[in-house]
């Protein structure tokens, strides 16, 4: 018989090592995000072009141009996913990384890439997407800035 409850490596599980947790913490953080951010997109399509259906939205989302931007987010979780799923076990470096990129990425800005504009925009209009940056923040604040070396 199929255990019940099966063991994710998508989940924190205890002897995890602390990079693992760090990797976990922030998958979940950009998993809140991205839901965030899909409600606000879902409610501004459906205030636009009226009520959509779960299957609907699900093929907006992969091939509408107003979700486009948020398969970055997709993209990311997917490679932290990966890298927590693999055989080799996640190393400090791993969640070194993943942090510096997700610092980089998450940085909203008038000025900066396009995503980084779109995500400014959500901040400044969707208090839902606010209280989940705040989160993440928390992490980055956790998380010693990558070194540069000269």
Same mark, same amino acid.
Do not use: C
């Given at each position: ?5 099966? &063991? ?11 990079? #693992?947790? %760090?990797? @976990? ?7 809140? &995000?991205? %839901? ?15 009520? +959509?259906?779960?299957?609907?939205? $699900?093929?907006? +989302? @992969?091939?509408? =141009? ?6 970055? @987010?997709?993209? $990311?979780?997917?490679? &932290?996913? =990966? ?14 990384? !993943?942090?510096?990129? !997700? #610092? %980089? ?9 396009? $995503?980084? %504009?779109?995500?400014? =925009? !959500? @901040?400044? #209009?969707?208090?839902?997407? +606010? &209280? ?13 800035? =990558?070194?540069?070396?000269?």
């Amino acid at each position: 018989m199929a255990d019940p409850n099966p &063991i994710s490596p998508l989940t924190p599980q205890p002897g995890d090592s602390p990079a #693992r947790e %760090k990797l @976990i913490a922030l998958r979940n953080s950009l998993l809140r &995000i991205h %839901k965030s951010l899909l409600d606000m997109e879902r409610r501004d399509y459906e205030r636009a072009n009226g009520a +959509v259906t779960a299957g609907e939205l $699900f093929r907006l +989302v @992969i091939g509408h =141009e107003q979700f486009a931007w948020l398969h970055n @987010i997709s993209e $990311f979780v997917v490679r &932290i996913d =990966e890298t927590l799923a693999g055989d080799v076990p996640v190393v400090p470096a791993d969640a070194a990384t !993943a942090m510096t990129l !997700a #610092r %980089k990425m998450f940085a909203p800005s008038e000025s900066g890439d396009a $995503f980084q %504009k779109k995500y400014y =925009e !959500a @901040i400044q #209009r969707e208090p839902d997407v +606010v &209280i989940e940056h705040a989160e993440l923040a928390r992490l980055f604040n956790a998380e010693p800035p =990558e070194q540069s070396h000269p």
